[in-house]
Every structure is written in C-alpha cells, then in structure tokens.
C-alpha cells in the first residue's frame, strides 16, 4: 500500500512538472510573437518616417529599427543564452545583452528627438 501512495504522488508530481513545462513554453513562445509583431511595426514606422519625415528622426528610427533586427536572430532558438555573441556586423561579434543595452539606448534617443521635435513644431 505505501509503495502504490508513492507512486501516485511521484506520477502528481511529474504530470504538475510536465504542466508547468507546457505553461512555461506557451508564455515563451506568446512573449516571442509580441517582440515580433512589435517589430514588424517598428519596420513600418521606419519606412513611413523614411518617405515621409520629418528628416531628423530618421536616423534614430533606423537605428532603432537596425538593433531590432539584431535581436531578432537569437530569440528564436530554444537554447538561447543571453551572454552568447550574435554578429553585429561581418566582422564584429557582440553579447547579446551588449545589444539590448545597445537597443535600449537607441530607444531612448529616438523618443527623446521625437518629444523634441513634435515640442517644438
């Protein structure tokens, strides 16, 4: 009898583990399609600024827009680690939390030229 209450609990605690697991997986991949979709949009918001301006935002935007396609390429692989280095340019490998700082900073840039220029017009 106590043999077959253990194996009961240890099958409860394998299917909460493999439940868990499969939670674990559907908010990864849910995160993933919201960092893509955002960055489809961020694509579009560049190529209008592009036609149509104003000039001098630009520059931030594509840059903005250039560190996303950097986060782009690891973010799919289910082993991914934050500290491996993703090629930033044919000859020049950087971590990964180099381009999120990187991302961050162009973000910011770019909001802060945008609330300059619109505060100004």
């Given at each position: 009898?106590?043999?077959?209450?253990?194996?009961?609990?240890?099958?409860?605690?394998?299917?909460?583990?493999?439940?868990?697991?499969?939670?674990?997986?559907?908010?990864?991949?849910?995160?993933?399609?919201?960092?893509?979709?955002?960055?489809?949009?961020?694509?579009?918001a560049v190529a209008r600024l592009e036609l149509e301006g104003p000039d001098r935002l630009?520059?931030?935007?594509?840059r903005l827009a250039d560190m996303g396609d950097l986060l782009q390429l690891p973010g799919g692989t289910p082993t991914f680690d934050e500290d491996e280095p993703v090629?930033?340019?044919?000859?020049?490998?950087?971590?990964?939390?180099?381009?999120?700082s990187q991302f961050q900073q162009a973000r910011t840039e770019f909001v802060q030229g945008t609330r300059t220029y619109f505060n100004s017009v």
């Open positions: 009898m106590i043999y077959e209450d253990q194996a009961d609990d240890n099958e409860s605690v394998r299917a909460r583990a493999a439940a868990g697991r499969q939670e674990a997986e559907q908010r990864q991949d849910e995160a993933f399609d919201h960092a893509f979709e955002a960055y489809e949009r961020l694509r579009k630009i520059a931030p935007a594509a090629w930033v340019t044919e000859h020049d490998q950087r971590p990964f939390t180099w381009v999120m």
